[in-house]
């Protein structure tokens, strides 16, 4: 399964794309990052289709990391 993180500019914004994926069959979940403060989003599904929705929609990130998980 593909796995990517995205840092989120607000809380808010975070939520937003969670419900959004979510109600897509996309499974992402809201996570505090771990150091200093803010919001990140971690995404279990493929990340191209999944930043695609998230730009259709105008939410705003910033793509932190991808990874393939084995």
């Not at 794309?17 to 809201?30: D, F, H, M, T, W």
Request: charged content about 30%; proline content about 4%.
């Amino acid at each position: 399964m593909k796995e990517c993180i995205v840092e989120m500019p607000s809380y808010t914004y975070a939520k937003k794309a969670e419900k959004l994926l979510n109600s897509r069959g996309i499974r992402a979940e809201v996570k505090r990052r771990s150091t200093g403060c803010g919001y990140m989003l971690k995404i279990y599904a493929d990340c191209r289709s999944s930043l695609n929705i998230l730009d259709k929609f105008g939410v705003p990130y910033f793509l932190r990391e991808k990874s393939e998980a084995p």
